[in-house]
Every structure is written in structure tokens, then in C-alpha cells.
């Protein structure tokens, strides 16, 4: 089935390591988003990419890195320069050409850093 | 700014009354809306969205929602509501204009329906 594939779904980090989160799409959309979740803060945009091995910062960027070599995968790294990396992180695909299109959601990956 | 305010973090219902969960915008021009919601530790789940056209949008497991141009809001609305439909529920608006594609969403508000 067609989807989007977020691994892995817990992950602990100590202080100071940096981690990468995976998100890999099948639904042959070309716009991939990475977004943060916090309790009562509703989601905020990390970082964005509408093609291949091109990418922009969305409103939270700092602290964290990604890459878009393929279609198909856009991970995320979360460094040591995040300050508060605890949270709750989700990905989401739609199509480039769609601006009318609904953004799909992965199940999400739940970071905490001990 | 952009901007979009669900103005109520917890709304309660009792099975089978209607529910309104509300929400209000703003953004220039005439955004595209939409609906999700969230279960306990899961992604997002799209439920309906409004483009163009008629004001009542009809969406997934009996939901729909009402754009109002003049007061800025598009409320979600059910007219008898179940405890399954107890979860977290985000609106997201999206500019016309530009071509981003990004959704800026509410900080969510929790449904809680009770038997």
C-alpha cells in the first residue's frame, strides 16, 4: 500500500548526539515537510523540500539538518545545536503541482533526549 | 503575520449531541482550509477541506466544516457525535498565493466525547 514510512518510531538520545529520523514516501509526491509537535503548540515547520536535492528552511530550522537526494526519502538530523530536541516529529508528502492538495502524514517518531 | 487561532483547547460533548470545534484564520487573501485529526501517538489523518464553491464542506466519518469569508472561520461541525471521535483536531490554512505548498496549522484542540 502507498504511504509514508517514519522510523523509528521512539528513539533516546543523550545530550550532545546528534540522531537522524527517517522518512521514506511511496506515493510518488514530490514535495516532502518535516515538523515538530509539541504539547499545546499545535505543528511548526522544520524544513521543506518540493524536489529533488533542493530544500528550505521552514520557521523552526535551527538545530536541525536535512537532505533530499531522492525522491522518495527526506531524513531528518537532528544535531546537538537543538536545544530542546524532546518531541514528538512528523513527516508529511503532497504533490508539487497541487497547491489545493492535502499534505499525507507518516505516524510520527517520538525523540527523547535523556 | 499568518495566523491561525482554535480559540478553545478542550471541547466536550456528550454522545450524540452535535459538536463544533471552532477555528478562525488569518491570512491574506482567500486561503485554502483544511481539517485533521490525531489519535494518541499517531500521524495526522486529513478529514476535509475547503478550496472553492459551496460554503459547507463535507468531509470523512460524518464531519463537516463551514467557511465563513467574513468572520475569517472555518468550524468544524458534527451533527451527533460519537466517543470514537474522541481525539485531537488540528485546522491548517494554505496561502493562494506563492507556491509552497506548507500548511500553517492551529495548536489543536482536544475532543472529548462522552458516553
Known amino acids: 500500500d502507498g504511504g509514508i514510512t517514519q522510523s523509528p518510531k521512539y528513539l533516546f538520545r543523550k545530550e550532545g548526539q546528534n540522531v537522524t529520523l527517517s522518512c521514506e514516501q511511496n506515493?510518488?509526491?514530490?514535495?516532502m515537510y518535516w515538523y515538530r509537535q509539541d504539547p499545546g503548540q499545535g505543528l511548526r515547520l522544520i524544513y521543506y523540500?518540493?524536489?529533488?536535492?533542493?530544500?528550505q528552511k521552514g520557521d523552526i530550522a535551527e538545530g536541525y539538518s536535512v537532505s533530499r537526494e531522492k525522491k522518495e526519502s527526506f531524513p531528518l538530523t537532528v544535531t546537538s545545536a537543538q536545544k530542546n530536541p524532546t518531541a514528538f516529529y512528523l513527516c508529511?508528502?503532497?504533490?508539487?503541482?497541487?497547491?489545493?492538495?492535502?499534505?499525507?502524514f507518516g505516524e510520527g517518531s517520538r525523540l527523547t533526549v535523556l | 503575520a499568518q495566523s491561525v487561532a482554535q480559540p478553545e483547547d478542550q471541547v466536550n460533548v456528550a454522545e450524540g449531541n452535535p459538536l463544533t470545534v471552532k477555528c478562525t484564520y488569518s491570512?491574506?487573501?482567500?486561503?485554502?482550509l483544511f481539517w485533521y485529526v490525531q489519535y494518541p501517538n499517531r500521524g495526522l489523518q486529513f478529514l476535509l477541506k475547503?478550496?472553492?464553491?459551496?460554503?459547507l464542506v463535507k468531509g470523512s466519518y460524518g464531519f463537516e466544516a463551514e467557511f465563513n469569508k467574513s468572520q475569517t472561520s472555518f468550524h468544524l461541525k458534527k451533527p451527533s457525535a460519537l466517543v470514537s471521535d474522541s481525539a485531537l483536531y488540528f485546522c491548517?490554512?494554505?496561502?493562494?498565493?506563492?507556491?509552497?505548498?506548507?500548511?500553517?496549522f492551529g495548536q489543536g484542540t482536544t475532543l472529548q466525547v462522552k458516553p
Open positions: 508529511a508528502s503532497s504533490m508539487f503541482d497541487s497547491n489545493t492538495g492535502e499534505l499525507f
Open positions: 506515493l510518488n509526491h514530490d514535495a
Open positions: 523540500s518540493q524536489i529533488v536535492n533542493d530544500f
Open positions: 491570512v491574506s487573501g482567500n486561503p485554502y
Open positions: 475547503y478550496i472553492t464553491g459551496d460554503n
Open positions: 491548517a490554512v494554505r496561502e493562494r498565493s506563492g507556491n509552497t505548498g506548507k500548511l500553517i
